[in-house]
């Protein structure tokens, strides 16, 4: 219908504290993409004086279960919107969650966006839970970063998101790194990953 290039998207997903987020913050120093972090995004919502979602996403996030996609699909759509970036490539971490969430960018984005793979970052429990206590002991100042919410979070995991990244893993879009390694290490896989795909260049 248009010749102009629809945004090309690729999903971050792993378990709360598997490293999405600083592997993204590393992965687009190196490449054009740009990175959303739907839980950053949420947390900016539910700080905003005022907002009518601020409350809801204030529950979900302490107990560790998924705000609705209708909220963090409008956030992120926004962001692709919005963004400066001529390359229109997003990372996109945290999302989608659970089935409400893939049905919902099904609905709403399948005209915007196209999906080129999801990257999944495995890492065990212990390792993840440990690395969110410490996050918080170093003042994360999140309200999840402690080891009730954890345990929520990483039940959420399990139950919602594993069979997200199965049905993406079906279709021969999942890529899995290991990411009990250190981040510079995990960030140069991801990285030799792109350049052998030719995701890398501009
Ligand atoms: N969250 C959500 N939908 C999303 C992303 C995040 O509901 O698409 C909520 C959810 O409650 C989650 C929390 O935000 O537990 C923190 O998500 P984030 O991705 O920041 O945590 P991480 O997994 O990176 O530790
Ligand atoms: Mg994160």
Request: glycine share 8%; with cysteine; net charge neutral.
């Amino acid at each position: 219908m248009s010749a102009i290039q629809k945004p090309e998207v690729i999903f971050v997903l792993g378990g709360p504290g598997a490293g999405k987020g600083t592997s993204c913050k590393d992965i687009v120093k190196k490449t054009g993409y740009v990175h959303l972090s739907a839980g950053d995004l949420l947390r900016e919502e539910q700080n905003k004086p005022g907002s009518e979602f601020g409350e809801l996403i204030k529950g979900h996030i302490v107990a560790g279960t998924i705000v609705p996609v209708e909220i963090t699909c409008s956030l992120l759509d926004r962001e692709m919107q919005n963004s400066p970036s001529p390359h229109k490539r997003f990372l996109i971490d945290g999302f989608p969650r659970n089935q409400d969430n893939l049905e919902g960018w099904t609905r709403n984005m399948t005209d915007k966006a196209i999906v080129k793979a999801v990257l999944y970052l495995e890492c065990s429990q212990e390792v993840c839970t440990q690395r969110c206590i410490n996050r918080g002991l170093k003042g994360s100042g999140r309200s999840d970063d402690n080891a009730e919410s954890l345990v929520k979070r990483h039940q959420t995991f399990i139950k919602d998101t594993m069979p997200i990244i199965k049905y993406y893993e079906e279709r021969g879009l999942l890529f899995k790194f290991n990411s009990m390694k250190p981040p510079n290490v995990v960030m140069e896989e991801i990285y030799e990953k792109f350049k052998e795909i030719g995701w890398a260049t501009d």
